[in-house]
């Protein structure tokens, strides 16, 4: 009887480790990394026959979140749109030749503009004209699909 | 006696101390929980916007609006649209080269009409038109410009392929 009293209390911890393998695992299927790239604040407008973007490139789209005020957010920060998109535009290039891809006019790759739904036209334009200089011609602007958000 | 003790501990067989590996699982569960933001799924409208490129053709030596007079089709291949915004953003005209499509804020119904116009256009055989270019006033608001680029871009060639080519410029006058 005294033996078994001295004996320390021991939980299982089984049941209580594939509970949280389990959820460790939900976690992981549903994160997605790029969801940070987007700026939530924007207002996008609703357009009910936007459907989402299949892009199977191999590079990934040039992702561009315009506020209200025509400003260029990337990762919540603002960036100057001119010097930005030259960079990126740059990069991809510089990619594109190392794969023997020598790309001089329009690049194989898409500009999703997240913008808001009370932007001015031509604070918009601005931008758009920028990616168009530096070789992008495929835009894919963002809208939310149905009434609700 | 010592050989009965024996006998026990091997039967009791190896315990893994499950708790470390307890405390790194609520670790990484804490890190998921902590990152996780479900974002609302969003929807794409595509289209392929070239920079803009003459508005006359200089073959056919007709400018844009001169057809009218004539009733001859320039051998143009980009049908203009024109769109006027108010001070606060909305529509407050939309035109298609020379005749008017919609006046006023855009509803359902303005839009249904807009889209009515412009399917015999595109749908004949013999169009020369293979692309829209809308001339938008500079404090139109984006989301009634998106609304007309939907529109556009839902429209058919005679041959039944959508419409690949929509862009859109400031207009200058």
Not at chain 1, 55 to 64: A, D, I, Q, S
Not at chain 1, 72 to 88: M, R, T
Not at chain 2, 85 to 97: K, S
């Amino acid at each position: 009887m005294s033996a078994q009293s001295s004996e320390a209390a021991e939980p299982n911890y089984t049941p209580i480790l594939d509970m949280v393998f389990q959820l460790i695992t939900f976690f992981m299927l549903v994160i997605n990394f790029k969801g940070a790239s987007l700026d939530q604040s924007l207002q996008l407008p609703v357009l009910g026959s936007a459907r989402p973007l299949e892009w199977k490139g191999e590079h990934e789209p040039l992702v561009l979140n315009v506020d209200n005020e025509g400003r260029v957010k990337v990762y919540g920060a603002v960036q100057p749109a001119e010097s930005y998109i030259a960079s990126e535009a740059k990069d991809l290039r510089d990619q594109l030749t190392a794969k023997g891809d020598k790309t001089t006019g329009e690049l194989p790759v898409p500009v999703i503009l997240r913008v808001d739904r009370g932007t001015k036209f031509h604070l918009v334009n601005h931008v758009i004209k920028v990616c168009q200089e530096n070789g992008y011609h495929q835009f894919s602007m963002s809208a939310m699909s149905g009434k609700e958000e | 006696m010592s050989r009965r003790r024996h006998r026990k501990k091997n039967k009791k067989g190896v315990e893994l101390n499950l708790a470390a590996m307890l405390d790194m699982a609520f670790q990484l569960l804490t890190f998921f929980i902590l990152t996780f933001r479900p974002a609302p799924i969003e929807g794409h409208l595509s289209v392929n916007m070239p920079p803009p490129i003459p508005q006359t053709n200089v073959e056919s030596r007709v400018t844009v609006g001169d057809e009218g007079a004539g009733g001859v089709i320039p051998a143009l291949h980009a049908l203009h649209m024109y769109v006027t915004a108010t001070e606060g953003g909305d529509v407050e005209q939309v035109r298609l080269e020379s005749s008017i499509l919609a006046n006023g804020p855009l509803s359902e119904g303005a839009l249904a009409g807009i889209a009515k116009r412009l399917r015999p256009v595109f749908g004949e055989h013999n169009v020369l038109y293979d692309r829209i270019q809308i001339e938008v006033g500079r404090n139109l608001r984006y989301e009634e410009l998106l609304k007309l680029v939907d529109v556009c871009s839902q429209q058919k060639q005679g041959d039944g392929s959508p419409i690949g080519k929509v862009s859109f410029v400031e207009m200058q006058r």
